[in-house]
């Protein structure tokens, strides 16, 4: 079964760069995936920040950028602001209309 | 505007069954894929399933293939998740999210505001 591996949790001060990662638990990420992230404050229901790869959403500010970096799909949130602070989940297209999610990277701006 | 619009909390015991609905406003709801997905209270997301609304091509994920069932009936823009008997494992907060466009290959663009289930005795 294929597993989308993030990393759980993650610190960056106020006005810092971070990078959150999204990979498989055997091969590549590679934008056939569609690589695709989602923020998710608590309480609220998912918004979508990036899609295929690096193409930011209507209303998502250009301080977030998506690349392959690597063997894996990244988000880099550059001048992270308080309201940043969220769960962060990829998602990979693997066929067939099935998505996996990866299990979320919990940030944290302090 | 594109809008998602999810029925309400429900609360049943282990066993009954359920349907819960996802009605779409602000756009041809039949020419757009339909995802449900599971979060588990305090959990991440899990992809569930995905519908056509156009002619009902559904596609479920290996997990939750014969757990639950997705339909949609476009005549009245919503789609549907039911189970038939409930567990105490299907606690959780359920979302839809609209394809971004007719391929299946689409990420969600819209969301709904989630229907929390609870199942307990």
């Known amino acids: 079964q294929t597993v989308v591996t993030q990393e759980p949790s993650f610190s960056v001060s106020p006005g810092g760069t971070v990078t959150l990662t999204c990979g498989l638990s055997?091969?590549?990420?590679?934008?056939?995936?569609?690589p695709t992230w989602y923020q998710q404050t608590p309480g609220q229901a998912p918004r979508t920040l990036i899609y295929?790869?690096?193409t930011r959403s209507s209303g998502v500010p250009d301080r977030f950028s998506g690349s392959i970096l690597g063997n894996k799909a990244a988000l880099t949130i550059m001048g992270t602001q308080a309201d940043d602070e969220s769960d962060y989940y990829c998602?990979?297209?693997?066929?067939?209309?099935?998505?996996?999610f990866g299990g979320g990277t919990k940030l944290t701006v302090l | 505007e594109v809008q998602l619009v999810q029925s309400g909390a429900e609360v049943q015991k282990p066993g009954e069954s359920l349907k819960i609905s996802c009605k779409g406003f602000?756009?041809?709801?039949?020419?757009?894929?339909i995802a449900w997905v599971r979060q588990m209270p305090g959990k991440g997301l899990e992809w569930m399933g995905i519908?056509?609304?156009?002619?009902?091509?559904?596609r479920y994920s290996p997990s939750f293939q014969g757990q639950v069932t997705i339909s949609a009936d476009k005549s009245i823009s919503t789609a549907y998740l039911q189970w038939s008997r409930l567990k105490g494992s299907d606690t959780a907060l359920y979302y839809c999210?609209?394809?971004?466009?007719?391929?299946?290959?689409?990420?969600?663009?819209?969301w709904g505001q989630g229907t929390l289930v609870t199942v307990s005795s």
């Open positions: 999210g609209r394809g971004a466009g007719n391929s299946i290959s689409h990420h969600v663009d819209y």
């Open positions: 602000g756009y041809r709801f039949s020419s757009y894929w």
């Open positions: 519908i056509y609304p156009g002619d009902s091509d559904t």
């Open positions: 055997s091969g590549s990420v590679s934008t056939s995936y569609y």
């Open positions: 295929t790869t690096n």
């Open positions: 998602a990979l297209y693997m066929g067939g209309g099935v998505w996996v």
